[in-house]
């Protein structure tokens, strides 16, 4: 992986680039990076081996830990390569952090289908961060590949992004009921074909041996059910990171740091996430703004004269979405509090005013 991105980068065109025209990534630095975010997830693998329910100050802990990480990693990227690769950065990451808060509502929803307790649920959650840490990594390396070889890649990026948008917006404005029942999703009811499963969780094995054969536990299922869904998050994310960066290493660099630190995040969220009624809003916006930007920069290269983005409007115009729908939503729920206590108070009037006087 580390030999295609590498040869991806220096095989690149000078008219297919994106923001940044050369990696940053040389071989000491993506031997290291990969090094620490691997000691980070062995860390993580250890800390749930014992499974327990984590209290709200352990996981704001950890969360404030991975979030201090990447923001003092960007420091010394800035410093140390300049301000156009420092801005990306946090651009892209700010981006990849926004789309995995919202992958974190479905992971929500599929451990709540499972019924997973809640001491297991560190151990599911680490299981879908490196499953979609090896995917992404995958998807990285066969865009920086396509970048190289391909200039239309970026309009292509742009079309997927502006497809994902859409689709997120519609979800946004419906009513839909988004649970998931577990007996329908393909991958299970393909496992269940093949494989016995049991019907109590065994601790965090996703296997054990039943009356002499080999036998899945509902965690495995819960391991699989993730990763698919990693398969579609990472569609989502990878195109919309390049649409920040050409750099195959700042945009592995943001989704890893992106997605250490959810199974923490997680249980700080968990109730929040439900409050943020207009994020699912925000990244429709979000998505279709990095579509137009990919599609204007393959649009630049085939005719000068089309104007870009820069990479700093687009870093004002992000965090001015997500302030924006924090707001709403903030404001749409205390609206809501508000009507739901004037309802209740109603109530015993309209009771009172409903008996016949005499």
């Known amino acids: 992986m580390l030999t295609a991105l590498s040869s991806a980068v220096t095989e690149a065109p000078s008219a297919a680039t994106a923001p940044t025209a050369e990696s940053i990534g040389s071989p000491t630095l993506w031997i290291a990076t990969i090094a620490g975010i691997a000691a980070l997830f062995v860390v993580d693998f250890l800390i749930t081996r014992r499974p327990h329910d984590p209290s709200m100050r352990e996981a704001i802990g950890w969360s404030a830990f991975y979030i201090a990480i990447p923001v003092v990693f960007g420091g010394w ?6 301000s156009q690769q420092g801005i990306e950065y946090y651009t892209g990451y ?16 599929l451990l709540s289908a499972f019924a997973v307790p809640r001491e297991l649920r560190q151990r599911g959650l680490l299981i879908g961060v490196g499953g979609a840490l090896v995917l992404r990594g995958i998807f990285i390396a066969l ?5 190289a070889s391909f200039a239309w890649t970026f309009l292509l990026f742009g079309a997927i992004l502006l497809a994902t948008a859409v689709k997120v917006g519609r979800d946004a404005l419906s009513d839909a009921d988004h649970s998931i029942d577990v007996d329908q999703l393909r991958s299970v009811r393909l496992i269940r074909r093949f494989y016995p499963v049991t019907d ?3 601790g965090t094995n996703l296997t054990v041996r039943k009356n002499g054969k080999r036998a899945l536990t509902p965690l495995a299922l819960v391991a699989v059910a993730i990763l698919g869904t990693d398969i579609v998050f990472a569609i989502d994310s990878v195109p919309a990171v390049y649409g920040i960066t050409g750099d195959p290493y700042l945009v592995f660099a ?3 740091f992106a997605l250490l630190g959810l199974r923490a ?17 925000g990244l429709s916006l979000i998505l279709a703004f990095i579509g ?6 393959w649009a630049h290269g085939v005719w000068p004269g089309v104007p870009e983005i820069p990479t700093l409007l687009s870093l004002g115009v992000i965090l001015g979405i997500l302030a924006v729908v924090t707001v709403t939503s903030i404001l749409s729920n205390r609206r809501a509090e508000r009507a739901s206590s004037a309802g209740a108070a109603g109530e015993p009037e309209d009771e009172q005013s409903s008996v016949p006087q005499g």
């Not at 990227?77 to 300049?82: D, K, M, S």
């Not at 700010?94 to 929803?109: A, G, T």
């Open 292 to 297: 137009v930007k990919l599609v204007l920069h």
């Open 200 to 202: 109590t969780y065994e």
């Open 265 to 281: 995040l997680y249980f700080v969220l968990e109730g929040a996430l439900a409050k943020l009624v207009h994020l699912g809003h």
């Open 254 to 256: 943001t989704n890893a």
């Open 143 to 147: 865009g920086a590949q396509m970048i």
């Open 94 to 109: 700010l981006v990849e952090k926004s789309l995995s808060v919202d992958n974190l509502f479905v992971f929500i929803i």
């Open 77 to 82: 990227l800035w410093w140390q390569y300049g």
